[in-house]
């Protein structure tokens, strides 16, 4: 079995920029352990003959077709009430700072 140390998830813990008590650092040694062991059973499957699986549904193509829609105006008529605009776009006050 794959035994993780207590400096080895004190380690991984830092990191990850987590603080963890000494009983969070027991408890998360055994369940790191216990998990990169089954990793290593999943690792020793054999796998020959399969093929990769992608996606189980068995949908394909399940978009709609993109249509153009005519709402019978232009953008320059669009943009003639907008209060500013810059290179054919609205121009509007910063809100990201």
């Not at 990793?39 to 990769?52: A, F, K, R, S």
Request: charged content about 30%.
């Amino acid at each position: 079995m794959t035994k993780l140390s207590a400096a080895d998830v004190r380690k991984l813990a830092r990191l990850c920029k987590l603080r963890l008590t000494d009983k969070e650092i027991e408890r998360y040694q055994n369940d790191l352990s216990a998990i990169l062991e089954y990793v290593n059973i999943l690792q020793n499957v054999d796998i020959t003959g399969l093929e990769p699986t992608s996606q189980v549904t068995g949908l394909t193509n399940v978009v709609r077709a993109d249509v153009e829609i005519d709402y019978g105006t232009t953008p320059k008529e669009l943009m003639k009430n907008a209060p500013a605009i810059t290179d054919n776009q609205f121009k509007v006050k910063r809100i990201i700072e």
